[in-house]
């Protein structure tokens, strides 16, 4: 059985199946056809890279949320509670990684620094 086991595990390795699973995200806003932010996120089990493309500012501001679901309401953004976990900005070209995530991560990005009335809140 292990030896069984063992081939199955080589055979969807080959095909590039390796059990773990890898989500990028990819915010881009415009303005007169200019990109004012272009930001990717990738996220895997545990961990979540984020790096800042491009912005009119010069940096990327990050807010980064734990995000909690119902079960029922999985799709309904509206039932989610969110927990602040970190905020940060980058400069253009800059990455940073973040490790020991636990749940389900979601951030916001912006080119201008986040005020009372930003679009990234928790709730």
Same mark, same amino acid.
């Given at each position: 059985?292990?030896?069984? #086991?063992?081939?199955?595990? @080589? &055979?969807? =390795?080959?095909?590039? @199946?390796? $059990?773990?699973? #890898?989500?990028? #995200?990819?915010?881009?806003?415009?303005?007169? %056809? /200019?990109?004012?932010?272009?930001?990717?996120?990738?996220?895997?089990?545990? =961990?979540?890279?984020?790096? @800042?493309?491009?912005?009119?500012?010069?940096?990327?501001?990050?807010?980064?949320?734990?995000?909690?679901?119902?079960?029922?309401?999985?799709?309904?953004? =509206?039932?989610?509670? *969110?927990?602040?976990?970190?905020?940060?900005? &980058?400069?253009?070209?800059?990455? *940073?990684?973040?490790?020991?995530? =636990? %749940? /389900?991560?979601?951030?916001?990005? /912006?080119?201008?620094?986040? $005020?009372?009335?930003?679009?990234?809140?928790? $709730?």
């Amino acid at each position: 059985m292990r030896m069984l #086991t063992s081939m199955l595990y @080589c &055979l969807l =390795a080959l095909f590039g @199946c390796d $059990g773990k699973s #890898t989500t990028t #995200t990819v915010t881009r806003s415009q303005l007169n %056809g /200019q990109d004012t932010l272009l930001s990717r996120t990738t996220q895997d089990h545990d =961990a979540a890279t984020f790096q @800042c493309v491009t912005s009119s500012s010069g940096r990327c501001h990050y807010q980064v949320f734990e995000e909690t679901c119902a079960a029922a309401a999985a799709t309904d953004s =509206a039932q989610c509670q *969110r927990s602040p976990m970190d905020s940060f900005s &980058l400069q253009v070209g800059e990455k *940073r990684l973040l490790k020991g995530l =636990a %749940g /389900q991560v979601k951030d916001c990005v /912006q080119a201008e620094v986040p $005020g009372p009335n930003t679009r990234c809140r928790a $709730g």
